[in-house]
């Protein structure tokens, strides 16, 4: 599967960012779908995943301001981000996986094979 994630920019603290990731290929509902960023500097964190069955993890640093969602029918994953803050500043990658289990994730970016090009989020204070 093939990966192109979009919808980055330059914002200021508090404000909404809606990112989104198109997969091209077969079988996209059969992949849990992440998100990663990796900050200036910094080694590369997950960020929230859905997994084929839809359900929704998160890192503890954006639980309750991101949202991951997944439309198969435009096989495509969204990640909603409000209450922007400055340390969210980071270049956010989609990736993707199969798992067997429907609740299958991963927060290694080392499991993942099939990573979209990255889409810049700055968040100014």
């Known amino acids: 599967v093939q990966l192109q994630a979009s919808g980055g920019g330059l914002v200021q603290a508090g404000d909404s960012l809606r990112l989104s990731c198109v997969a091209s290929?077969?079988?996209?509902?059969?992949?849990?779908m992440s998100w990663f960023r990796q900050a200036p500097g910094k080694v590369r964190e997950f960020v929230a995943a859905i997994s084929k069955g839809g359900n929704k993890y998160y890192a503890d640093s954006v639980k309750g301001r991101f949202t991951i969602s997944r439309d198969n029918a435009k096989t495509t994953v969204y990640l909603q981000m409000n209450s922007l803050k400055p340390e969210d500043t980071a270049v956010y990658s989609c990736?993707?996986?199969?798992?067997?289990?429907?609740?299958?994730?991963?927060?290694?970016?080392?499991?993942?094979?099939?990573w979209g090009q990255g889409t810049l989020v700055t968040v100014s204070s």
């Open positions: 290929g077969r079988a996209f509902s059969t992949y849990t």
């Open positions: 990736a993707a996986v199969l798992y067997d289990t429907y609740t299958g994730y991963s927060r290694d970016p080392e499991d993942y094979k099939n």
